[in-house]
Nanobody, 123 residues
Framework: QLQLVESGGGLVQPGGSLRLSCAAS????????IGWFRQAPGKEREGVSC???????NYADSVKGRFTISRDNAKKMVYLQMNSLKPEDTAVYYC?????????????????WGQGTQVTVSS
């Protein structure tokens, strides 16, 4: 059974960094795109980044230049390196798997989701 488990969230000061991890099991990660999404209280879920099975990357404008997505298929892991964090980055972050990123990755409902990890940026 396909399973995704996020980790690495926590409390960090503005300007700090965190690296989120997404551990995949029950399927061959090589064939899937993985997206990172976030949802803040009272706000809609938004797409943050997506990496295709071939390694192509996509980012929301709000995180370009600050966040980096990467994957290690051998370890069945996907990472989101987050630098220069801002209070507005505070949210629950989810990873999700689907066949592709495509042009609609930011709003499309991916097929499988993890349980989420909390990121809080505050002084």
């Amino acid at each position: 059974q396909l399973q995704l488990v996020e980790s690495g969230g926590g409390l960090v000061q503005p300007g700090g960094s965190l690296r989120l991890s997404c551990a995949a099991s029950g399927f061959t990660l090589d064939y899937y795109a993985i997206g990172w999404f976030r949802q803040a209280p009272g706000k809609e879920r938004e797409g943050v980044s997506c990496i295709s099975s071939g390694g192509s990357t996509n980012y929301a404008d709000s995180v370009k230049g600050r966040f980096t997505i990467s994957r290690d298929n051998a370890k069945k892991m996907v990472y989101l390196q987050m630098n220069s964090l801002k209070p507005e980055d505070t949210a629950v972050y989810y990873c999700a798997a689907d066949g592709r990123c495509g042009s609609t990755w930011r709003t499309r409902r991916f097929g499988s989701w993890g349980q989420g990890t909390q990121v809080t940026v505050s002084s």
